[in-house]
T-cell receptor, first 112, second 114 residues
Framework: KQEVTQIPAALSVPEGENLVLNCSFTDSAIYNLQWFRQDPGKGLTSLLLIQSSQREQTSGRLNASLDKSSGRSTLYIAASQPGDSATYLCAVNTGANSKLTFGKGITLSVRP | EAQVTQNPRYLITVTGKKLTVTCSQNMNHEYMSWYRQDPGLGLRQIYYSMNVEVTDKGDVPEGYKVSRKEKRNFPLILESPSPNQTSLYFC?????????????FGSGTRLTVV
């Protein structure tokens, strides 16, 4: 059974720091991995989608990498801003019934 | 605009009163699914549908029903809601092109059962 872990559960950093959010998964047989952002009480916004054949994806200040063999992904946020404060969720798709298995998320707080 | 639309956004109901949460997507996606999100438990899949008239249980299907009569719609039905179904619900649709999948989520429905 696929399990996705995100540690730590919460993170507080000063504005301007470059930071790395980690995600690990137990079954490397995935089709893709997706990073989402969730603001309190809101929906999920897709940030980056990495297919299993890819090693990384970039969008603006965000860069996500994928190492399938070791079961790890990282989300790199450059020059963090208070507006980046949110919960970041990692989810893997193993293709079985197209289900996403989610981590519990990392709640990020960027202090001005 | 490509989107998944859920209604209502907020709902307070009483135990046992049947309700339906609607979900519609305009992207012609074959796959649709429902998730619930609870503190400390994260997001868990309730039901999914791989195409019209094809539905199956996810990880936490008890107390829920779904139907897929049209490709664009995938309603979630609670025949007799109970307080333990108080949660934040998300509908999602996904495309598949060969081995490539991508997900889009709705904005969520916050359900409170009293």
């Amino acid at each position: 059974k696929q399990e996705v872990t995100q540690i730590p559960a919460a993170l507080s950093v000063p504005e301007g720091e470059n930071l790395v959010l980690n995600c690990s998964f137990t079954d490397s047989a995935i089709y893709n991995l997706q990073w989402f952002r969730q603001d309190p009480g809101k929906g999920l916004t897709s940030l980056l989608l990495i297919q299993s054949s890819q090693r990384e994806q970039t969008s603006g200040r965000l860069n996500a990498s994928l190492d399938k063999s070791s079961g790890r992904s990282t989300l790199y946020i450059a020059a963090s801003q208070p507006g980046d404060s949110a919960t970041y969720l990692c989810a893997v798709n193993t293709g079985a019934n197209s289900k996403l298995t989610f981590g519990k998320g990392i709640t990020l707080s960027v202090r001005p | 605009e490509a989107q998944v639309t859920q209604n209502p956004r907020y709902l307070i109901t009483v135990t046992g009163k049947k309700l339906t949460v609607t979900c519609s997507q305009n992207m012609n996606h074959e796959y649709m699914s429902w998730y619930r999100q609870d503190p400390g438990l994260g997001l868990r899949q309730i039901y999914y549908s791989m195409n019209v008239e094809v539905t199956d249980k996810g990880d936490v299907p008890e107390g829920y029903k779904v139907s897929r009569k049209e490709k664009r719609n995938f309603p979630l039905i609670l025949e007799s809601p109970s307080p333990n179904q108080t949660s934040l619900y998300f509908c999602a649709s996904s495309f598949q092109q060969g081995w490539i999948y991508g997900y889009t989520f709705g904005s969520g429905t916050r359900l409170t059962v009293v």
